[in-house]
């Protein structure tokens, strides 16, 4: 007979004293540098990122180094206090390479645990903000799918979140993980028009390009299976942040816009919109939260917990900005207005390390449930 299992502790959904602060301040620095004609501005310009607002983020406040221990150059805090970063950096739809650099890099690096070393070099220049990094695989590569490169350090690549803006590229190939500077004989980025124009997409080539190995090939998928896991779960958060201001702001217009001498959020049909998606965002929010304890803690069900915030956040996202750009009537469908920008993340970020469907099946496979037939 064996022994039962020690009950797991239940997840801590709510948010700690010095997460809000965290999130004060980011919200602050966001309000204040990243405001919605801006970013807009910069969208039609070939520089979508405003290295100020990097290095306010990064350095000043120290996001970069969340994750990273103390005694290897980080802050020493973990992913619910990223999550948190990450849920405003998604109400703003600010263009800054924190997912794919502070979060799924740096996962990354961190699951190789070297102390010294190149990796460890690398890390610590994540961590203060003085370089970037992404993984160089398409940006739809869900958690379980590691590609690992044919050839050692040839080939293509792509699409590539925030390749055009990386120093150093993550090569998962086959003999074991490479890190290239992106500026490399033998790199070529090119770069794609994406549908979202906040999050830059490029096709990376490598033609005999020189790189650094970090880890074997054992080594080296694990490493970017983790580093991919935390991407994924953490983008729920960014979800989350988007869906929430999609409402926020959906729920103030409804009041101040006025047809027929009264504010069209009176009428019936429009309250039953918001009150769903009201109830959409804080269920989205139960399952953001989740992942990111569940990431936090090392939990055995992180897998799980990751693929259901991931296959509900995603669609509450995308519902959440079409209603946003619906119920604003004719100024939604403006450039000039920013509910287009959520639309587009909410639309690029549905594909993002796995599509919602790819998601549902992967809960279906952790949990013994009948596969999803759509």
């Known amino acids: 007979m064996t022994a039962p299992t020690a009950p797991q502790a239940a997840p801590d959904l709510l948010y700690s004293e010095t997460e809000e602060d965290l999130r004060a301040a980011v919200r602050a620095l966001l309000a204040d540098r990243c405001d919605a004609p801006g970013i807009i501005a910069r969208t039609e310009t070939d520089t979508p990122y405003d290295p100020a607002l990097w290095k306010a983020l990064a350095s000043d406040i120290g996001v970069a180094g969340l994750l990273v221990p103390e005694e290897r150059g980080g802050q020493g805090a973990g ?67 590691t590609p690992m490169w044919d050839a050692p350090l040839d080939g293509t690549r792509g699409p590539v979140a925030d390749a055009a803006t990386a120093d150093v590229l993550l090569v998962p190939a086959a003999d074991g993980l490479h890190a290239v500077a992106a500026d490399t004989a033998g790199v070529t980025v090119t770069p ?38 935390a991407g994924a779960g953490l983008l729920a958060s960014e979800q989350l942040g988007l869906a929430e201001w999609c409402l926020t702001e959906t729920v103030r217009h409804t009041r101040e816009r006025h047809q027929f001498n009264r504010p069209v959020g009176s009428f019936q049909a429009l309250k039953h919109r918001m009150a769903q998606l009201w109830l959409e ?39 959440a900005a079409e209603e946003c750009v619906q119920l604003h009537g004719g100024i939604g469908m403006t450039w000039e207005h920013p509910a287009h920008l959520y639309l587009k993340r909410a639309k690029a970020d549905a594909t993002a390390f796995g599509t919602a469907g790819r998601h549902r099946a992967a809960v279906a496979a952790l949990t013994d449930l009948p596969a999803p037939t759509a």
């Open 79 to 145: 992913p619910r206090e990223a999550a948190v970063v990450l849920e405003e950096l998604g109400r703003a739809v600010a263009p800054v390479p924190y997912l794919t650099s502070s979060v799924v890099a740096t996962g990354i690096l961190l699951a190789l645990d070297t102390a010294d070393g190149p990796a460890a070099a690398l890390l610590a220049d994540l961590a203060e903000g003085r370089r970037t990094a992404v993984l160089a695989v398409p940006f739809s590569t869900a958690p379980a799918d």
């Open 192 to 229: 794609l028009v994406p549908l979202d124009l906040t999050r830059p997409l490029a096709e990376v080539t490598l033609d005999g390009a020189a790189g650094t190995l970090l880890a074997d090939t054992a080594t080296a998928r694990a490493a970017v299976e983790r580093g991919l896991l």
């Open 281 to 319: 965002v804080v269920s989205a929010r139960a399952a953001a939260r989740n992942a990111a304890d569940a990431l936090a803690t090392n939990s055995p069900d992180t897998p799980l917990a990751v693929a259901v915030a991931q296959a509900y956040c995603s669609r509450v996202a995308v519902h």
